[in-house]
């Protein structure tokens, strides 16, 4: 609850302030040093911005703004990398010690040299493409160049992605250069020169202009800047003030709406971090008044926050990444997400509700909320454009163009129908300053992420590697599974989402395919544990911001994180046992829902007993010794009634269900009979 509108007095009614002020971002990740640039910087700054998002306008729209000139894709992509890579040296500061005031003599040098280097390849790829030369006889100026542009995109990463980032992709850009070396082993494949490997990174579309670059070029440009305006407009406060207006007088309301708000503002955001910190301001403190302890109140937001890269219409850039790993659209992967982040904060709210039930939380008074029409009446041209978005993205396939249409209504109506929120001049520049920064961040590491694809591609050695893994896992693919999680999950504690997504699509997917798994599924399965990191220790960002602001110790807010949203570990197993989760397959809709459904209600029991209260049977306390042996059964049996059967499991559908309901029903009776027992005192009165 803002400081400006927050009140002791509980009979006055509060509303909840734009919890993202003048602006709102998504990003890839989030780097906390960072240097504001000022004066004629900005402005430069700004004017690149603005020549990016009408290039990508002039692209997707086949507007011809070159009149007499077509501009190739790869010479539309190394425009997009002159404007916004040189950035990277001058937000971005290259030590701690470096000053955030003014921009060092050597950044400059860095800015020079980047964008002299982009532009050098960019007027030679349309040669390159002709000749053939990312595949040799590059001139000589082209290959300094290149080499230019390889070191600086490898600082870049550094820079915005850490230095875990770039040690853990370095190697990998210069593998082809050693590729036949025999302590390689399975990694053993065809060996590159410096001008060739520098040529086909820089030169080819298959490294530096490949498919994070692409994906970056053709959609995520347009998503970040619906979303960046959508914050600009004052959906925030909108959003926020119907999550509270909704779900705030129900059992352990202020969670409830954390939950609710925090995944609204994330489906439209697609970025964790700046989730946190602009919903956890509001609902963080709310929970701690209600009864939530600190650190229960933070894993709650963490948990609600991450949800904001799964959740569509907007899921972050790694979504975008896999749909042109897949080459399908992007409504394609949207839809696929739906029923997964469905259940993962069904699961988010059956916990919070049974841990409210356990400590007797109660909501927040109806007087103290916003109204329900009041909150419509203020905001409702929001659902119009997200409406648009969601029916351009679905019904017509523009992926590309959906996220324009929905910005340019967006615009128009909250000029005329919002007095608070109304664009002036110096908000447009804020607003393109703001996507500036995300534009350069994101170019920082997708472009060094490219390299991951570009040099595993020159030496030919991810077919023979699939082959290795499943030999090593026996063609067991739970085994293969278990061993993917497991690397996602490491990997994911030092790369970004999209890098480790990049790297495990590239090394463990085709293995996982090879078994016959659907693609869509093994993608998204990939996707799930490399993000997983947002909340588990002991990086766990997600958890750790959210403890900033709660006032907790951060070590244990990512505990409580983990304890909160365990569901999500589950997930990605139940859609890939059967994509009809991510709706693939024969009849994935109906199939879908039913298995959904399914999932559903084994959660209910998973949660009761990860919490200790279970729906229709009341507090597991009153069980006494029987408590934990009872609440581990209701997990497991939770967990067998949700699991998908048939496919590679050895059992059918019928049979997995059966199973679980044989766990479930008696241990659910004897838990009733112990809890009511326990309910009545000697003289035989019921306490209630």
């Known amino acids: 609850m803002s400081s400006a509108s927050s009140t002791t007095n509980l009979q006055t009614r509060v509303v909840f302030d734009d919890p993202h002020g003048a602006a709102g971002n998504m990003q890839e990740a989030e780097v906390t040093r960072v240097r504001t640039l000022r004066g004629a910087w900005r402005w430069t700054l700004v004017a690149a911005t603005a020549a990016t998002i009408l290039l990508c306008i002039n692209q997707q729209f086949s507007l011809r703004f070159f009149v007499g000139y077509t501009q190739l894709n790869t010479e539309y992509f190394y425009l997009l990398i002159a404007l916004m890579l040189p950035f990277t040296f001058l937000i971005f500061p290259g030590s701690k010690r470096a000053p955030l005031d003014r921009i060092p003599w050597y950044d400059l040098v860095l800015f020079v040299a980047t964008f002299a280097a982009a532009l050098m390849l960019m007027s030679n790829v349309r040669k390159a ?55 390689l082993g399975p990694f053993r494949g065809t060996q590159s020169t410096l001008e060739q ?21 053709d959609t995520v440009i347009g998503f970040l800047v619906f979303g960046t305006a ?75 926050s991450t949800g904001a890269v799964l959740a569509p219409p907007v899921m972050g850039a790694t979504a975008f990444v896999i749909a042109q790993f897949l080459n399908v659209s992007y409504a394609d992967v949207a839809l696929a997400a739906i029923i ?26 109806r007087a103290e909320l916003p109204r329900i029409m009041d909150t419509i009446k203020d905001g409702w041209y929001y659902v119009f454009v997200i409406a648009l978005l969601i029916v351009m993205l679905l019904y017509f396939k523009r992926e590309s163009h959906a996220p324009f249409y929905a910005t340019a209504l967006l615009l128009v109506l909250n000029q005329f129908f919002s007095k608070d929120t109304r664009w002036t001049f110096a908000t447009i520049g804020k607003f393109l300053e703001v996507n500036g920064r995300t534009f350069v961040e994101l170019v920082g590491i997708l472009a060094g992420c490219g390299l991951l694809i ?62 016959g798994l659907n693609r869509m599924a093994v993608h998204m399965f990939i996707f799930y544990w490399g993000m997983l990191s947002s909340i588990t220790p002991p990086v766990a960002i997600a ?24 569901i999500i570990y589950f997930i990605p197993f139940f859609f890939v046992l059967n994509p009809a989760l991510v709706l693939q397959g024969p009849s994935p809709y109906l199939a879908g829902l039913g298995l959904m459904g399914l999932a559903a209600f084994g959660t ?24 934990w042996p009872i609440r581990v059964l209701l997990v497991i049996g939770g967990f067998v009634v949700a699991t998908p059967g048939g496919g590679i499991m050895p059992l ?30 000697p003289n035989g009165l019921h306490v209630p």
């Not at 160049?145 to 600082?155: F, I």
């Not at 490997?197 to 070029?217: C, D, K, M, N, R």
């Not at 050695?461 to 999680?485: E, K, Q, R, T």
Request: proline share 4%; charged share 10%.
């Open 129 to 183: 493409a002709e000749a053939g030369w990312e595949f040799g006889g590059a001139p000589n100026s082209v290959i300094a160049a290149g080499l230019v542009m390889w070191v600086m995109l490898m600082e870049a990463l550094r820079r915005t992605g850490g230095w875990s980032l770039l040690l853990s992709v370095l190697p990998f850009t210069v593998y082809p250069l050693f590729a036949e070396s025999s302590w």
């Open 197 to 217: 490997a520098t040529a086909y990174h820089v030169l080819s579309g298959e490294s530096l202009l490949g498919i994070p670059i692409q994906a970056f070029a």
């Open 230 to 304: 959508l914050m600009m407009t004052g959906a925030g406060k909108f959003f926020i003030n119907l999550a509270f207006a909704l779900c705030g007088t129900f059992r352990g309301g202020a969670a409830k709406v954390c939950i609710f708000a925090s995944g609204l503002l994330g489906m439209m955001s697609g970025s964790i971090i700046s989730n946190v910190l602009t919903a956890g301001t509001m609902t963080i403190p709310v929970m701690k008044k209600s009864g939530f302890r600190a650190s229960y109140a933070g894993a709650i937001e963490a948990c609600a």
């Open 340 to 365: 997964p982040a469905v259940l993962y904060y069904a699961g988010l709210f059956m916990q919070v509700d049974a841990y409210a039930a356990r400590h007797g939380l109660k909501g927040i008074p």
């Open 454 to 515: 570009g040099a595993f591609s020159m030496t030919g050695v991810v077919s023979s590697l699939a082959n290795d893994l499943l030999h090593i896992a026996g063609d067991n693919p739970f085994l293969l599974l278990g061993m993917c999680a497991l690397t996602s999950l490491i990997l994911g504690l030092g790369l970004t989402t999209t890098a480790c997504y990049i790297f495990l699509a590239i090394l463990v997917a085709p293995a996982l395919e090879k078994l």
């Open 543 to 566: 958890s750790f911001a959210a403890a900033g602001i709660a006032g907790s110790p951060a070590m244990k807010t990512g505990w409580e994180s983990m304890w909160v949203g365990s």
């Open 604 to 627: 209910l029991f998973i949660c009761g007993g990860i919490q200790g209260y279970q729906p229709f049977v009341g507090n597991l306390r009153g069980a006494g010794a029987l408590e």
């Open 652 to 681: 059918s559908q019928m049979q997995v269900t059966l199973l679980g309901l044989a766990i479930l029903a008696p241990t659910a009776l004897l838990a009733l009979l112990l809890v009511r027992r326990q309910s009545v005192v």
